[in-house]
């Protein structure tokens, strides 16, 4: 338990739970290093089968990146960091253990490849997405949506930035279920309890040979290069700074 990350235990099923609602559990360097303990004990535990992740109240599941931490803005952080929301994805994507999103509302850039870090996901009514890395001048979410939704509706996702609403993201395959906001987690944790009921090691080998079967290495090494490239750059610099602007005031 920390200050912006709850974790909770139900039976073999455990539930991290974003805890930043003044900024719509956005990623800092403090979740993201909440994330990464959470998830490096809950792989040394025999005992757990399962994780949810979710967003704490009904408002938001993850705004993604911190943006005052990303644009320097506020004291102490770093301009032009962005690795906060990277760490975390990427510690998800690596995880042998099955991993749920219960998305409970605003799920924007860096807290949709969270999302698409896990294995299945399930989703309120009123949950929005949004891919803004284009607005941004970054590359986000190109090399894992794809697989999802199929290259043509990825194109359309990523290249407008648009949001699309819980009713688009099922129908293109972006979730498993939707669900009334007061059973999400209900139905979250059956799907982690029928996770559990069966054999853990065939379940994590399952996982992984899926993985290995629609999961391409490239596609995420040229997604990294790629913003390498661009990070930084006038442009980009001058984007970021612009929607940091629109969202937060500052």
């Given at each position: 338990?920390?200050?912006v990350?709850?974790?909770?235990?139900?039976?073999?099923v455990?539930?991290?739970?974003?805890?930043r609602?003044?900024?719509?559990?956005?990623?800092d360097?403090?979740?993201?290093d909440?994330?990464?303990?959470?998830?490096d004990?809950a792989?040394?535990?025999?005992?757990?089968?399962?994780?949810?992740?979710?967003?704490?109240?009904e408002?938001?599941?993850?705004?993604g990146q911190?943006?005052l931490?990303?644009?320097?803005v506020?004291?102490?952080?770093?301009?032009?960091?962005?690795s906060?929301?990277?760490?975390?994805?990427?510690?998800?994507?690596r995880?042998?253990?099955?991993?749920?999103?219960?998305?409970?509302?605003?799920?924007?850039?860096?807290?949709?490849?969270?999302?698409?870090?896990?294995?299945i996901?399930?989703?309120?009514?009123?949950?929005?997405f949004?891919?803004?890395?284009?607005?941004y001048?970054?590359?986000?979410?190109?090399?894992?949506?794809?697989?999802?939704?199929?290259?043509?509706?990825?194109?359309?996702?990523?290249?407008?930035?648009?949001?699309?609403?819980a009713?688009e993201?099922l129908?293109?395959?972006?979730?498993?279920?939707?669900?009334?906001?007061a059973?999400?987690?209900?139905?979250?944790?059956a799907?982690?309890?029928?996770?559990?009921?069966?054999?853990?090691?065939?379940?994590?080998?399952?996982?992984?040979?899926i993985?290995?079967?629609?999961?391409?290495?490239?596609?995420?090494?040229?997604?990294?290069?790629?913003?390498?490239?661009l990070?930084?750059?006038?442009?980009?610099?001058?984007?970021?700074?612009?929607a940091?602007?629109?969202?937060?005031?500052?």
């Open positions: 338990m920390s200050d990350l709850r974790v909770l235990r139900e039976g073999a455990l539930v991290l739970e974003l805890h609602p003044a900024r719509h559990h956005a990623i360097r403090a979740l993201a909440a994330l990464v303990d959470a998830i004990a792989e040394a535990d025999a005992d757990l089968a399962a994780v949810v992740v979710t967003g704490s109240g408002k938001a599941f993850c705004a911190d943006m931490e990303a644009s320097g506020e004291p102490g952080a770093t301009a032009g960091a962005t906060s929301a990277q760490r975390a994805v990427e510690r998800l994507e995880s042998p253990l099955p991993l749920i999103a219960a998305i409970n509302g605003y799920c924007f850039g860096g807290g949709a490849l969270l999302a698409m870090a896990c294995d996901r399930l989703a309120t009514t009123g949950a929005t949004r891919l803004p890395g284009a607005e001048g970054l590359v986000v979410g190109a090399a894992t949506l794809p697989r999802l939704v199929g290259p043509a509706k990825a194109k359309e996702l990523i290249l407008t930035a648009r949001r699309f609403d009713a993201a129908a293109c395959g972006f979730l498993n279920a939707v669900h009334e906001p059973e999400l987690r209900a139905r979250a944790l799907l982690g309890q029928a996770i559990a009921a069966n054999d853990r090691r065939a379940v994590r080998e399952s996982k992984r040979v993985d290995i079967a629609s999961t391409a290495g490239d596609a995420r090494a040229a997604e990294r290069a790629a913003n390498a490239e990070r930084g750059s006038p442009g980009q610099r001058a984007r970021f700074r612009a940091t602007a629109r969202v937060t005031g500052r």
